[in-house]
């Protein structure tokens, strides 16, 4: 377990034995539970998930002047929070909230990496990389290089190609990244992290205070259905654009184009198909529907996209062939009867 002081607890929180934090600050869960002047950070518990449902993240809204009574409160907030979440047992929830504390704690990282003056916290994050995600990160001058095995293993599901090993410097075995480019490679096994934390965490047990933000979550889950496109008629590109978005990686233009034209041209509509982009880290309601309205033809030049032919999926690495792929030129044709010449 990585030593932290407070302010890195805050930014970290996930990092914290939450029995042994408890105590060390004087309270137990149950206070929490049933004494009324500990509502407020229940209620701040609620809404840190709220806001990782609606796809933002969480800021904190430290006073310098106060910040050794308000970091506690920030920590807190995320162990109540998993507490609230572990009482909902929303999965929907969890999986939201682990990506969105990852995000926040995403740029943390990015700007602790970053900080070349302030050493300690450079190494923290380093720490935290290697301790976490076995990933040995080293400084050279700007940059943040790590083992060619390393990277492979943790870029395996980047597709863009950028991230393409040719198209990076390598020196005498070592990749350069930046800052951002080194925190990118561990997204999603940071989400993944957050996400078992919590999937381990026991069950507590349910006190008064809890009851009704806990009924609030089980409402609030309802708002966001399971995505139902999973469906296995969906061919493999398909198939990898919709998990890409799910895991809250960024799919690349051409990705969402893809995939919006294909679903328009399977009958979804704009309002069925715009849930999908939720996770995605830039996500913006309004430019998401104009987006997909501009592909169904219903704003701009009224013109209806139609879904690119394979070639050209496999031009923009967006192809993940199988031998059912065998015989179309276009992945609406996936999962069709092949005309047999008698
Ligand atoms: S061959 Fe066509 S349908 Fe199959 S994965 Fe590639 S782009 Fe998609």
Known sequence: MINLGQDEMAKYPFL??????????????EQFGTDPDLKLIVDKAYHRIEAAAEGKIYRSDIDEHAKDAMLPREVFSFLLAVVLLKLSGMQTLIRRFSLAESRRAEKFLERDLSKFSEKNKEDLAIRILEDLFSIQVKKQNNYFVISVSDYLEHSISFHEREWKLVNRRVDAGLVFLTSHETVRLVRKELGSYINS?????NVPTMSDSFKEPVKRLESLAKKFPTIVVSSTE????IKHAIEVLEKGENLPHSGRFMLGTYLLSKGQSVE????LFKNAPDYNEKVTLYQLNHLAGSSGSGTKYICPSCEKLKSQDLCFI??????IINPLQFGKKKIVNA
């Open 16 to 29: 914290a034995d939450s029995g042994q934090y408890l105590k060390d600050k004087g309270f137990t869960l």
């Open 272 to 275: 069925q198909i715009a849930p």
């Open 234 to 237: 969906y061919p493999p590109c």
């Open 197 to 201: 934390k919590i999937q381990n965490a």
């Open 322 to 327: 199988i031998p059912e792929c065998d015989g």
